[in-house]
Nanobody, 127 residues
Framework: QVQLVESGGGLVQPGGSLRLSCAVS????????IGWFRQAPGKGHEGLSC????????SYADSVKGRFTASRDNAKNTVYLQMNNLKPEDTAVYYC????????????????????WGQGTMVTVSS
């Protein structure tokens, strides 16, 4: 059974940092593309980062490039999202998701291309 469980959200002041974790089960990280997404109140899902299954290459959306860093630990079957210099507009529910890669080197920041989703973790950036 495929399962993704996010943790690490919370309340942080502007300029602060948080590290989100996503523990996966039912598959290995080298078999699925992993994406990080967020959904702000009243908005749709926004793709933030993608970790390719085959080689672990990571891509980022322009909105978080330079502030957010994704990583994966294959031994722990866990992916992470380090978020620095957080801003109020980063307030959202953050999700990790998994997609079966369509081809070698597959990557995507498009939500509907991901088959499996975690339950989300809330991040609030406020003073």
């Amino acid at each position: 059974q495929v399962q993704l469980v996010e943790s690490g959200g919370g309340l942080v002041q502007p300029g602060g940092s948080l590290r989100l974790s996503c523990a996966v089960s039912g598959f290995t990280l080298d078999s699925h593309t992993i994406g990080w997404f967020r959904q702000a109140p009243g908005k749709g899902h926004e793709g933030l980062s993608c970790i390719r299954s085959s080689d672990g290459i990571i891509s980022y959306a322009d909105s978080v490039k330079g502030r957010f860093t994704a990583s994966r630990d294959n031994a722990k079957n866990t992916v992470y999202l380090q978020m620095n210099n957080l801003k109020p507009e980063d307030t959202a529910v953050y999700y990790c998701a998994a997609a079966i890669p369509l081809y070698d080197g597959y990557e995507s920041l498009v939500p509907y291309e991901y088959e499996y989703w975690g339950q989300g973790t809330m991040v609030t950036v406020s003073s």
